[in-house]
Nanobody, 122 residues
Framework: QVQLGESGGGLVQAGGSLRLSCAAS????????MGWFRQAPGKEREVISC????????YYADSVKGRFTISRDNAKNTVYLQMNSLKPEDTAVYYC???????????????WGQGTQVTVSS
């Protein structure tokens, strides 16, 4: 079993920055990709960024490319999402998740955190 815990959400003005953290514990050897997802009210959940914790390869959705950066600290089993140039449309609950690369990129990982709210005011 894998447990995930997000932190770092909050309220920020448009143009500002936030950094989200996701710490994994438990049987983390069974997964090797971590991803960040978000769900805004009335919208479907979308995958916004993923990282392969073995080789560091990454994926970004077009909506965040150039503004968000995903990184990892394998020693701490922690993944970060640095979010810059935030826009009101980035407002959502952000979740981290983990599983193998294919499942995370496809949006179907088995292990999820509880989510953290990010609100961007205009």
């Amino acid at each position: 079993q894998v447990q995930l815990g997000e932190s770092g959400g909050g309220l920020v003005q448009a143009g500002g920055s936030l950094r989200l953290s996701c710490a994994a514990s438990g049987e983390t050897f069974s997964t090797y990709a971590m991803g960040w997802f978000r769900q805004a009210p009335g919208k479907e959940r979308e995958v916004i960024s993923c990282i392969n914790t073995r080789d560091g390869s990454t994926y970004y959705a077009d909506s965040v490319k150039g503004r968000f950066t995903i990184s990892r600290d394998n020693a701490k089993n922690t993944v970060y999402l640095q979010m810059n140039s935030l826009k009101p449309e980035d407002t959502a609950v952000y979740y981290c998740a983990t599983d193998d690369w294919r499942k995370v990129v496809a949006g179907n990982p088995n292990y999820w955190g509880q989510g953290t709210q990010v609100t961007v005011s205009s």
